[in-house]
């Protein structure tokens, strides 16, 4: 399994920064942990990892970028989870693109349509959006598929096809002759105006 973490930075109403930290899974991309503060110090990255993986369940690598957030204290919590970290290189967002095509999908769809006043609020908006990203946002990347237990699409028109024979469910049924005119009960005449 591997994770990727980053920060996103939001400037709010008042002009302060206040930073966003993800943990996503890359394979499936699904966001394991998030995080919302003013100050980033290497203690608070270090306890985000460690919320990130309770009870031991911990990726086998965790892709970060060469940001000086990461210090001693995230390398002790790393290695002691047994979680090998990979540095990205300098000046390549190509490295991690799921990430960071995750990050463009958190401002594209969420960030970008508010004005954020305070930390809280961001906490608020960005957990909503989380919940929403992991249960009911199809996913170009793993086939437009969905996380919340839905069938990708590959396999959804033959589930379909198994539990409504072979007419396909989304093809809408055939309209009376009289409704195709115009025709409602309402409107015998079919004239419209």
Known sequence: MVWACDFLPVIDLFFRQIYAFFTIEVGSRRVVH?????????????????????????????????DSKYGDDFTRVAKASSIEVLKTPYRAPKADAVYERFLGSVRRECLDHLLVVRGRQLHLVVKEYVGYFNRAR?????????????????????????????????IAPRLPARCVRGETPNNPDGVFG
């Open 34 to 66: 998030f995080g919302i503060t003013s100050h980033p110090t290497d203690a608070w990255v270090a306890q985000q990892l460690r919320e990130a993986t309770p009870y031991g369940l911990t990726p086998r690598f965790l892709i970060r970028d060469r």
């Open 138 to 170: 199809p996913h170009q990347g793993i086939g437009q598929g969905i996380l919340g237990g839905i069938v990708p699409p590959a396999s959804l028109a033959e589930a379909r096809k198994a539990h409504h024979g072979s007419r396909p469910q989304w």
